[in-house]
């Protein structure tokens, strides 16, 4: 179980959204199948009768980018309808931290018996204010699949750089009678925090940091 501070930041009520490992599958095996034979098991995985241990490890882990790539698009699309959630009109989500949370999940399921299909991801983004962590999705990465671990990804609104200053010069100084007026635009950062839990190991907690 992950520590209080982070149980908070979970909603209990909260619809999972569902990516299809199968059409993936299916469509890097049409990629490949006039130059291997492949063989379907009963889980729904592919297996390459002609490929060596090299070659299946490099198409295995060529199945785990292309995944990882579908769960970001699918981040990324969460992301745009929380804007609500967020107080602003418009959350822009950088080329760059959509690159790196792609590395990032390839490198963390690594080492899970299912992969990235075992995964259970929530999102969250943490606004820059004390103890203001916004919990904006949860996403079952293969709902077919029970979850052998916890993803928790905490994204980080850009405080420093260029886009917070060319924000103060759009809004201009605020009168006595025109209160501040709600963020029109919100840009997130390139780092991010990302917490592992293993389902089928209570005492393992990891924990790092990616810019």
């Not at 992950?2 to 209990?12: A, Q, T």
């Not at 492949?38 to 729904?44: C, D, I, L, V």
Request: charged share 25%.
């Amino acid at each position: 179980m992950l520590p209080g501070k982070l149980r908070r930041w979970i909603p209990e009520d909260r619809s999972l959204k569902r990516l299809s490992w199968g059409s993936l599958l299916q469509r890097l095996v049409e990629l490949k199948g006039n130059q291997r034979d492949y063989n379907w098991s009963e889980t729904g995985s592919v297996a390459d009768l002609s490929l060596s241990d090299s070659d299946s490890n490099d198409c295995f882990y060529s199945l785990e980018e292309s995944l990882a790539s579908e769960v970001v698009a699918t981040i990324s699309q969460s992301l745009g309808e929380a804007s609500h959630t967020l107080g602003c009109s418009k959350l822009i989500v950088p080329d760059c931290l959509v690159h790196n949370m792609s590395q990032e999940l390839v490198h963390l399921a690594l080492s899970e018996p299912c992969g990235l299909r075992g995964a259970l991801i929530d999102l969250c983004v943490d606004r820059g204010e004390q103890a203001n962590v916004v919990s904006v999705d949860q996403i079952a990465v293969d709902a077919s699949v029970v979850p052998t671990f916890h993803l928790t990804l905490v994204l980080r609104l850009e405080i420093g750089g260029l886009w917070p200053k060319v924000q103060k010069l759009l809004k201009g100084r605020p009168t006595p009678q025109s209160p501040p007026k709600p963020q029109a635009t919100l840009r997130l950062g390139h780092s991010f925090r990302a917490i592992k839990r293993k389902l089928y190991c209570s005492e393992e907690l990891l924990i790092e940091e990616c810019c």
